[in-house]
């Protein structure tokens, strides 16, 4: 099993408000990230399981970064732990979509 630092953050300000995980799968390069619509919060906090969709990979400040991005609206860290995935980290680089879930404080892929 794997397991790496990540963050969920809510995305406002910038198109619709949507939800963006940062997984950081080798403390060195980009975040992997993922994304879904916002109003899934709930749903992921009570423990169903939620779809992301691939996005680009963001910089590594996007780990810890929260308020307002120049241009971009605003990040708030909703969620910041570890991921574990029984895949091995160097997959996790070439999914296209993940399904998730929050289970006792820790993001489950």
Same mark, same amino acid.
């Given at each position: ?26 403390? @060195?390069?980009? /975040? ?6 916002? *109003? ?30 120049? @241009? ?12 574990? %995935?029984? *895949?091995?980290?160097?997959?996790? *680089? ?11 404080? %820790?993001?489950? /892929?």
């Amino acid at each position: 099993m794997s397991e790496f630092p990540c963050t969920l953050s809510l995305h406002e300000g910038f198109g619709e408000p949507h939800l963006d995980l940062f997984l950081d799968i080798d403390g @060195n390069s980009r /975040l992997i990230t993922f994304g879904t619509v916002a *109003s899934y919060w709930d749903l992921l906090q009570s423990g169903s399981k939620i779809t992301f969709q691939r996005k680009k990979d963001h910089r590594r400040i996007y780990l810890d970064l929260e308020g307002e991005i120049e @241009n971009k609206g605003r990040l708030r860290i909703l969620f910041r732990g570890f991921a574990k %995935t029984d *895949s091995k980290s160097e997959e996790v *680089s070439g999914w296209m979509e993940l399904t998730a879930t929050i289970k006792d404080g %820790t993001m489950m /892929l």
